[in-house]
């Protein structure tokens, strides 16, 4: 029996850190249209007497408006677009991993205060609730250690494919 490489057949992670992707990609697109609905009703509202003053509007598009930065912070990290500055001339491919890996640990550690200080926060909104509409803190909240969780997820994950360049692995 041969064994077949490594990326060809990719892992059962590697699927799933896809599939996450995928599910944030669309949960990001979901949330922005959301956001419309919100904030186009707190407008109306403001300048004409056809819509009564919504005051659920207001915590509706602070929740979503959250948790579009965290969901966009966590698909940049995967596309490697979100913390990423092009400061370095052109450096060898492997000169190149090196400089990346770098940057992922920073992005590492950022991931675990965010996870650390996130269930802190989380834990700190539990029982508590929004003042205008009622809803649980904790829905907002836990986008901070979820967002770190998923750095961590993709940002190993690319830490490892740079790791094969820089020992000279093929992709």
Not at 18 to 46: D, H, M, N, W
Not at 124 to 148: C, K, M, Q, Y
Request: with cysteine.
């Amino acid at each position: 029996m041969t064994e077949m490489p490594v990326m060809s057949h990719p892992s059962l992670w590697r699927r799933a850190t896809a599939a996450y992707a995928k599910l944030l990609e669309f949960l990001l697109a979901a949330c922005v249209g959301i956001l419309v609905i919100p904030v186009t009703l707190q407008i109306i509202s403001r300048y004409t007497p056809l819509i009564p003053s919504y005051i659920w509007t207001e915590e509706m598009a602070r929740f979503l408006f959250v948790w579009t930065i965290m969901i966009g912070a966590m698909v940049g990290v995967r596309e490697a677009q979100h913390f990423e500055v092009d400061v370095w001339p052109d450096l060898s491919r492997r000169a190149e991993a090196a400089v990346r890996i770098a940057a992922r640990l920073g992005i590492l550690a950022m991931a675990l205060v965010f996870v650390w200080a996130g269930l802190e926060f989380t834990r700190f909104a539990w029982n508590r609730t929004s003042e205008l509409a009622d809803l649980p803190l904790w829905l907002i909240h836990v986008a901070w250690p979820v967002a770190g969780v998923t750095w961590i997820a993709f940002a190993g994950e690319q830490i490892v494919d740079e790791a094969r360049i820089l020992v000279g692995a093929k992709r």
